[in-house]
């Protein structure tokens, strides 16, 4: 197998990990994985931290039953940012994660309309 195959069936795979619903954990548990979150009213979800630098992940905003409040377990911007709020369908952010130091944390990518703050 060509390293080119090896690469084309990583990024080809299926890499959606179901919403884990209110109050619950966003496990990285994939290189790359997308999270499309849900809600039926305002809720909350935790992002924990990356095991490995170099991983990737994208949460979107599936569904708009009332904002989406994740909290990550640290910063995502030199800023300092740890809240990220999902206010209207599509809304879109795709973090990275790096080592900072000895510490693993994600770093925002992209976002497209999610709000960021610190708690």
Partial sequence: MTGHRVLSDMWGAD???????????IIPEKDRMYVGLVTASSETRVLLDPLKAGKQITLGFKTDGGDCVVTASTAVNQTGNNTLTFADAGDEITLRSIEKGSDLVWRVGSNDGVGLSTV
């Fill in 15 to 25: 890499n959606g990990v179901s919403d884990p619903g209110d109050g619950n954990n």
